[in-house]
């Protein structure tokens, strides 16, 4: 568990170290990825309504500058999804219900003995890449009916 008694300190350099990265040229998209305000904003909130815990949002925060570095390094992608979503937008002054694409990429390396996976997203055809989310990356193993999961950061034998 993370000391959560300096959280707002933390999120609040967080904030800032994220407002400046921008955009970051992205080798396996051949385009930039863009960090923009729902990036940042679902690292703090799961959804609308609901705060992720303090300590899910300060380890996410954490990675943050190795996010940055992956993406920009990165010349492949691991996973992808698409799938349709509702969006609130507004045509001719009226607010709508519109239905788009949108599709997710996953990044997954070990950078400085930390594994983790970086979300990228993009809504519609012709929207831009966006930084998503970032997450420490959990190895699954299944042994019969048992589902086996370990947070390993480097060496098995300290963790």
């Known amino acids: 568990m993370e000391d959560v008694s300096n959280y707002e300190k933390i999120k609040e350099d967080s904030k800032r170290f994220y407002e400046q990265i ?28 609901r705060e992720r815990d303090k300590n899910v949002q300060i ?47 996953g990044i997954i390396a070990i950078l400085e003995h930390r594994k983790f996976k970086v979300i990228i997203r993009k809504i519609g055809d012709n929207g831009q890449f966006h930084f998503w989310s970032v997450i420490p990356a959990w190895v699954t193993n299944y042994h019969r009916d048992i589902k086996l999961v370990s947070t390993m950061k480097g060496d098995a034998k300290e963790d």
């Not at 992205?26 to 609308?48: D, I, R, S, T, W």
């Not at 190795?66 to 045509?91: D, H, M, N, P």
Request: hydrophobic fraction near 40%; glycine fraction near 4%.
């Open 22 to 49: 921008r955009k970051v040229a992205c080798p396996a998209f051949g385009q930039p990825v863009f960090f923009n305000a729902e990036g940042f904003n679902h690292l703090v909130y799961k959804n609308q309504n």
């Open 59 to 105: 380890m996410k925060f954490k990675l943050l500058q190795l996010a940055q570095k992956l993406i920009g390094l990165t010349t492949t992608y691991q996973e992808y999804e698409e799938s349709l979503q509702e969006f609130r937008v507004k045509k001719f002054k009226k607010a709508i219900q519109e239905t788009k694409v949108v599709k997710y990429w």
